[in-house]
Structures are given as structure tokens and as C-alpha cells.
């Protein structure tokens, strides 16, 4: 059998079988590679933090772990946090503590960006942190010129001690200050990427129930002016036409579509092709891909909207049934006017806090499924009317 003008199916199952095996086998290099550069993967959590404490010192340690717990509540930021590590071995254990994660992010970045870029391009990488990303990718791009930023200073000299090598220079600098800085013709790169590059505040803006994708919205322009440095940076150090591709955690549209917004106003159109979304366990992330443009081509909500929905299709999904924050949404305004019975339930599925609610409202049932991680769920299905119900059993 032939499909029309293509190849035989066979040989296309045989293709994609292949495009499958050899994304496995880009994992297996890239987790390789990151472990040899120090990552530490499988180490129980006790077991890290024995070792950071033997490098930190006890009362370091200590000061790191109360950065971690004011972190955790929201009463610090993550620029306080990260100023309590000071040398390689220190962050990379700290990064081990979600080893797995790093390294798919990691490899999704070399799939889409490293691995087919032009034999010596230039790649920039911006919040590099402990650099053993960048180190990682040089082993396996060893021709291409990396440069990597951040602006945490003591870190960014201990990696350039560890990792730089002629083809990789880390370099001290914040987002702004590189948004700003003239860049020779020279240093602009055709390749620019961030993974986990943004510090996204503890405490979220409410959404809009007008639109997921409101710019007006509180969260929308909190995301934007929380990304808005990284993309003006990428932007500077990038190319005409560059490939720029950020690993980010967007669990919601709504901030997904606050991040692209940030990446074209500095200058970057979306490419819905090569961005996708992905799951490291029951984690959702986002790889956000661009292209440095010379005008500003900004994606429709529709477009954005047939993305997000492209990669996770819903499972048996029927007429009336909502997910994510359309499933939020729907929610809000059903029980505006909420008239009918209720049914609550709380649940813990894995690290994921889960809110089961079932009831009727406004001629609806409806069964609720509220995640932690993002994964909601709605479905409506319409009361059946009990005039009807009565005229039937009456006229019978
Ligand atoms: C969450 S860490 C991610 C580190 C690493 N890429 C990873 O995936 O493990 C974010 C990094 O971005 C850097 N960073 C955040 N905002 C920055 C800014 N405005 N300028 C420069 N670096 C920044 C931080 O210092 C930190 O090293």
C-alpha cells in the first residue's frame, strides 16, 4: 500500500519507529553526558543533602536550607536561595535533587536546537547557573561555540573554572544588562536557550474569567514582566532568523501565552512546529520555540490555542467536557449561580492534591477534577427536564 505522493506506509511506520528509537537514544546520550559532568542521578534525597552538607560546610548548609524553606513558602525569592550556593559541585547537587527533569529538558533543547545547528555556530545560553548543561551539550556538540550568562556571579567563574574550555566561555551578566549591550556582528549568535531561565514569582496573579488568553489580566502581565529580560536579552544576542528555545514551567495557557507574548514584543515569532509540551512524570513543561524575526509576528490566540491542545490530545473527550483552565473557567461561571447539590471529595494522587466535586447546577450535572499540577478536568452533561419527563409519563 501507497499513500498518496508519499513514502510506503511501512516505510513510514519504519521512519517514525526510528524517529522514536533515536529521541530515546538522544536521552540516553544527554543523561549520560550530564553525569559525567557531575549531575547525580537516582540519589535519594537524604543522600544529597548528606553530600551538599560536606561541601557546604554544617552551618552553610543550614543557611541554605532555611534560603530553601523561605523559598518554598514564598518568603524569599529565588535569587536569595541561589546566592547561598557558591561553587559547581554545590549547585549541581542541588540540581540533582530533580536530576531527571534536568536532563530531559535538557535533551528536548538538543533535539530542537543543537543537534542539527551548523557546524560551528554560536549558541548562547542564558541562566546557565552551574553550567553542567552547557557542558553536557559540548560533549556532544563539541564543534559548536557556546557562550553561557547568568548573573549569579560566584557560580558563573566556578563554572567557567570547571567547564570553559576554548569553545565554552561563561561569562557574569544579568538579562538587562545584556538586553541593553551593543553586540558585534561577530558575537550574535544563531542559536539562543534557556532552560528553567526564568525566576516566576511563588505568589500567581488571579486569572481573567474573561478570556484565558486576556492580556489585561493580572496574571498575564505578571508572566510577561517576568520574562520580558530573558527575551529582550535572547533577542540582542540572536541573529536575523536565529533558533531561540526556552524550557519553561507553564502547567497553564494562560501563562504559556504570557510567555510568548514577552518573547514578541522582544522580537521573535513563534514556531508552533518544533514547540511543544512535555510531561516528566506527572510534571507538565513547556519548550517554547522562536525564531528571531525582523518584524513583529504575533501568534493568534487561535494559533496558540491549537498548540496548547496539539500535544495533549483529551483522553476520550466528548462533547461538553472541558480540560485545564477552560475546565476552570466553565467551573467558575457554573457555580456563579450555583442552584443544585453538591458532592466534595479531596484526594492525593502521587504529589498531585486532587478536588473531586460532582452535582448539578443550572440544568447541568457536572463531575469536577481539580489537580495541583494543572490537569483539570470538567464534564457536562445536561439534566434531563422533568417537564418533559412527567408530559412522557403522563401521555403514556
Ligand atoms: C531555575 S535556575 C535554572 C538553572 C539551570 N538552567 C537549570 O535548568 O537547572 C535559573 C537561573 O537563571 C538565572 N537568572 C534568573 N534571572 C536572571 C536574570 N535576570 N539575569 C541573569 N540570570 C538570571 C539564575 O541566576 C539561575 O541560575
Known sequence: MKPKGGKPVRAQATSALRLRESAARTFERVTDALADAGLVFGAPEAALDEAAAAVMGPRRFARHQAALAAYVDGRADARALYATLRDVREAVLFQSHDAVVAAAAATHVFLSALQDAAPKARVVELGAFSGVMTAAWAELRPDLRYRAFDRHRPLISAAAEMYGRRNIAFEAASYSVLARRPVSRAEAAAVVVSVFGINSDFVEAPYSLRSLLDVEAPLHKQAKSEARDLFRAARRLATEGAVSVHVLRAPRIARAFAYLDAATEAGFAFDADTSKRFMVGDQPFLLLALRAASAKEAASPAT??????????????????????????????????????????????????????????RGFRYELVLASDGAHALRLRPTIPSVRRSFRLGGA
Open 304 to 361: 496558540f490555542r491549537s498548540f496548547w491542545l496539539r500535544d495533549a490530545p483529551p483522553p476520550d473527550a466528548e462533547p461538553g467536557d472541558f480540560f485545564d483552565d477552560d475546565a476552570v473557567l466553565m467551573y467558575e461561571s457554573l457555580i456563579d449561580r450555583r442552584a443544585g447539590r453538591s458532592r466534595s471529595t479531596k484526594a492525593r494522587a502521587r504529589t498531585a492534591a486532587t478536588r473531586r466535586e460532582s452535582g448539578s447546577a
